[in-house]
């Protein structure tokens, strides 16, 4: 099976293109990476994967931020704003809180439009300059139209947004606007803004950057990367767990692919693959129902809620790829209610970290699995933060303390103090 850890590097195909194809994870049909516009299998529909005939080592590596781990992408460079190398937190009174040997923060809120989206955009606008399209599209809770608003716009390409009316945060429409993207409201939720926009990209009215499209999984691939290196570095030793939030499962899907492919190459023993454990809200939580019952599919969830609008999803696309990777891995899922993540987010705000609420999800989710035993004290754990307080300011100021109105004078702002 092409997603276990034991999978062997395949042979490259007749129709690669300097070492790279696409995989249907299916049916492993091959393709030519970069003659058509494809998203997924013709045969049979199934999600593609990027494949690479050479993989590279730690070694391999060279510069800063996504680029440094080009030999383990499609292309040399792209389209970019130097995203990635974002900080991996150290957070001494979380982490003796929480109750584990080692806790770090990867915030890839620190990236340039404030998620770690651009990780997949500097890639996947790439690919869409060597397809020759002219017009990209996504379907969005709003951190990815930000970061395709930007990207699309440096790349002078046009840029579309769907985003579901009324639940994406004010900071991510004002820069999907600013960054000059047509932004269309759809009266309907995520999941119905991506069948939507799938729709428009398979009658060829856009490319496709949602995480379906197989290239920006690769951009974000470099977090886990990252990750495992600033380990190595700090603590001579990779982490043991990597909980991160989970809407589509992109980042699940991505970090498990960065692994398999280090695995494959002789860089990471399997035994040692950091455990990939996924957090959702309680009322978007899908994949942690599949992984619950043990299911090989996830049951789509029509309603879904939570404050974490970036992660308020019910259909999960990547799930094909990333239960796989929870499960390899030695993983698991666990939902968490929208107060545990407030909670959180103030934890990290007291740690001087500065997170939106599905952010939060990461942390939340680790103090369940502590509290509930499955994670023990003696773990080294990254909890990834995915994207800026910034992004939504009302659910900060909601989450943090009022502002106290005062006299204009300094008699006065003392009375105030002591009173
Ligand atoms: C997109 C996004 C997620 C969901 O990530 P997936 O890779 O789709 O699981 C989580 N948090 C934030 C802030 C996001 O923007
Ligand atoms: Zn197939």
Redesign the pocket.
Known sequence: MSLSLAATQPEPPADADDGVWLECIECSETFAPFDDVRYTCDECDGLLEVRYADLPTFDDFAGEGVWRYADALPFETGVTTQEGATPLYEVPRLEADVGVEALRIKHEGMNPTG???DRGMTVGVRVAKELGVDRLACAS????SAALAAYGSRGGMETLVLLPAGKVAAGKIAQASLHGARILEVDGNFDACLDIVQELAARGEAYLLN?LNPFRLEG?KTIGLEILEGFRDDYGAFPDRIV?????????S?LYKAFRELVQAGELDADDVPKLTGVQAAGAAPMVEAIENGADEVRRWDDVETRAT??R?GN?V?APKALPGIRETGGTAIAVSDEAITDAQRDLAEEGIGV?P??AASVAGLRKLRAEGIVDDAERVACLT??HLL?DPDAAAAAGSDPEPVPADTEGVIEHLQG
């Open positions: 998620s770690f989206k809770t709003g951190n990815t995480s974000q991160l939030p989970v809407g589509n499962a992109g980042n699940t991505a970036a992660i999803i999960p990547n939106e599905a952010s995915t994207g992004k």
